[in-house]
């Protein structure tokens, strides 16, 4: 099993560009989530899916999109990338119910100039 | 906004020592994780104290849970070199829906 996948692992963006961040998990979790790290601080939750179909607001939506294409694959989308979504980005899975452990992606860089 | 704050923000030891890391949270909670971030790589799951438990074991890892104060704490005993890394709590907020909300990190430097 891979576990959790993201790609790309790095990108450079100009402002105003777009890309979208692919995340897929092989462990049938039904709950899906974003996450960026900033430096000094925690993960701080972009967006999440419950459950495939489903999505919703975290902590700081704004500026991204996401879409839950199916029960493995999470993606993240950025419509015109500014300077301030330079972060690392990463993704999560976790199964259906309460309190379980979260499985983590490797992360992806991005910097945007 | 943070649920969870650590306390130190970084820790330096010898090897051998225990090194000792504390969260606090503001919000009553169904659980509390503590998570583990080598440099440069996606965090990994250590432990998971339910709020109805007090105290947990898991290997060198000891997690205390004081709900009436709002905190937790997470002891790693006889330290190594390979502990050195980032330690999250991570908190599973009643009414939260499933998500959790992380803390601020405790960056872990054991030293030989």
């Known amino acids: 099993n891979a576990g959790v996948t993201q790609t790309p692992k790095f990108q450079v963006l100009k402002t105003g560009q777009s890309m979208t961040l692919q995340c897929a998990q092989d462990?049938?979790?039904?709950?899906m989530y974003w996450y960026r790290q900033d430096p000094g601080m925690g993960l701080r939750l972009i967006y999440y899916s419950a459950s495939e179909g489903t999505t919703d607001k975290g902590e700081v939506p704004n500026g991204y999109n996401v879409s839950r294409l199916n029960k493995r694959e999470f993606s993240l989308r950025l419509e015109s990338a500014a300077p301030s979504q330079t972060s690392v980005y990463f993704c999560a899975s976790t199964s259906s119910g309460r309190g379980n452990e979260q499985f983590f992606g490797p992360g992806t860089r991005l910097t945007v100039l | 906004s943070q649920q969870g704050e650590e306390d130190p923000q970084a820790l330096s030891i010898q090897e051998g020592e225990n090194a000792t890391m504390n969260c606090s949270y503001k919000?009553?909670?169904?659980?509390l994780q503590w998570y583990r971030q080598n440099s440069g790589r996606g965090l990994v799951h250590l432990i998971l104290?339910?709020?109805?438990?007090r105290e947990k074991h898991s290997g060198r890892l000891r997690v205390t849970l004081d709900t009436s104060k709002k905190s937790s704490s997470l002891l790693i005993t006889a330290s190594r070199a390979a502990d050195t890394a980032s330690y999250f709590c991570?908190?599973?907020?009643?009414?939260?829906?499933?998500?959790?909300?992380f803390g601020t990190g405790t960056q872990l430097k054991v030293e030989l």
């Open positions: 462990m049938n979790h039904n709950s």
């Open positions: 919000t009553s909670i169904n659980n």
């Open positions: 104290i339910r709020s109805n438990e």
């Open positions: 991570a908190t599973d907020a009643m009414g939260g829906g499933n998500k959790l909300t």
